[in-house]
């Protein structure tokens, strides 16, 4: 009896990602949910297609603990994967749909994964690893000829199957995904992240990001990428919100969509916002529906955040800054803040503690030094999956390492300097790549500039200016490192300056610089 007992009060009280989605549909299961394309989905009918998807993947017998992939771009089939997973005691494992070959076969054969999902276009991708891989469940996720006998996502959302709440134990501590690292400078590691450390961020995202119930949001950026899926889809369908999904944020359709659904809430990192603002149609298209205005992934260079918030004058900026091991938002920099500081990441958030260290003696820095940035928190991973040693030296000193330089100030504000591995040493002196972009951004000619260095015998390296140039615009070198001159001190002067007609940047909007590295190295 009391072991009944007990197991009712666990049911009751239990608190993992398909239960606040739950109270959500409770909350408004007429709302519309979710719009992808010309498919519309009610709280109440994104809760029973969860439901029906998540009764199948265990029909096909997939155990809690297995590893199920999602391989596709934007869709409501990706996200309903994701939310059944969360139901069933699944790890879900979101791939980049542009990885090919070895580093994709890495990713699925290093966490194990029982299933693939991915759409019809990527499915090549997977039949070329046949022998490689050890994963016995290929389904689509959105097929267009569901009837091959493969499992599909969409039509097991769609059909009259039950929608029976499943029937799994879980808890709050379990596993529920796996956010693979970039692995800019290594093998990509697998941050584990539970229900627990999801719902903490979730937390602290409504709370310091004003995301109300009744904004309509517009999700462009890669599901598979931790910021759209968890600083703003997730805590959006928790809060009530409305959801506009599109494949990507190609700027003609992202600043039309504003402008035909009164699209009042949108996140992109900085290239894509460069991209807007650059687009012959950003004066055309009357987009002051739009009043919240998020950015993060990458740094922003100031002089573009100062260009928003002149031709957006009535948005509220908030600049987001975190990564996936800490699920990943943990600092912000509120609209309000951003007329003391505009340069600055912010605060950290509700459920984070920061400090800056010396990353030679892990000592805490004084305002102003530089070093590097270090957190506690319940939004944190719990491991690399399969890495102790990459663990252990994450949570060196129980603190994670974030591999970020930084500064605060005296009033406790972070300001970011660059990626550890990003700065430049010259001659023997370290420059933060983001200085000598900053003044590159100063110049009129310029709409993009990434700043590397390039190994040099006499130097170390070199600093080295990849830049694209405004259209109408004509620019040489020579003006441009007059320039520099003028803005930077002699040390921080580029070595060299190539021109191109874009910089190489990844799916979720990142610029790559270790293809600049290997393109002009």
Known sequence: MQQALSAQIQYATRNCIGDALARSVMRQENKEALAFADRRWTYRQLDDAVNRVANQLIEVGLLPGDRVVGYGKNSDAYLLLWLACTRTGLIHVPVNFALIKEELSYI????????????????????????????????????TAPSDGKLDILAVAQSDASAELPSVELNENDVVQLLYT???????????????????????????????????????????????????????????????LIESPAAEHVLKLIEAEKINSFFAPPTVWIGLLRHAD????????LKKLYYGASIMPEPIVAELAERLPNCGLYNCYGQSEIAPLATVLSPEEHKRYPASAGKPIFNVQTRI????????????????IVHRSPHLMVGYWDKQAETEEAFADGWFHSGDLA??????????????????????????????????YGHPAV???????????????????????????????????????????????????????????????????????????
Request: charged fraction near 20%; glycine fraction near 8%; proline fraction near 4%.
């Open 108 to 143: 699925l054969n290093q966490s194990g994964a029982r299933a693939i999902f991915c759409d019809d276009s990527l499915a090549d991708n997977i039949t070329s690893l046949q022998g490689e891989i050890k994963a016995d469940i290929i389904g689509s996720l959105r097929s």
């Open 447 to 521: 709409a993009e500039v990434a700043v590397i260095g390039l190994p040099h015998e006499k130097w170390i390296e070199a600093i080295t200016a990849v830049v694209t140039i405004k259209p109408g615009f004509e620019i040489d070198e020579a003006e441009l490192l007059a320039h520099a001159q003028a803005h930077l001190a002699p040390f921080k002067v580029p070595k060299a300056i190539h021109f191109v007609d874009a910089l190489p940047k990844n799916t979720a909007g990142k610029l790559l610089k270790r293809s600049l590295r290997k393109t002009f190295g």
């Open 182 to 244: 970039s692995g800019t400078t290594s093998d990509p590691k697998g941050a584990m992240h539970t229900h627990r450390s999801l719902l903490s961020e979730y937390s602290s995202c409504l709370l310091h990001l004003d995301i109300q119930a009744e904004d309509k949001s517009l999700a462009g950026l890669p599901l598979y990428h931790s910021a759209q899926m968890h600083v703003f889809v997730m805590p959006g369908l928790l809060v009530g919100s409305h959801i506009h």
């Open 357 to 372: 260290v010396d990353p030679a003696t892990n000592e805490e820095c004084q305002p102003g030094q530089q070093g590097e």
């Open 407 to 440: 500064y605060q100030n005296e009033e406790g504000y972070l300001f970011i300097v660059d990626r550890i591995k990003d700065v430049v040493n010259t001659g023997g002196v370290l420059v933060a790549s983001r200085d000598v972009e900053e003044a590159f």
């Open 282 to 289: 950003f004066d055309q298209r009357d987009i002051r529906c």
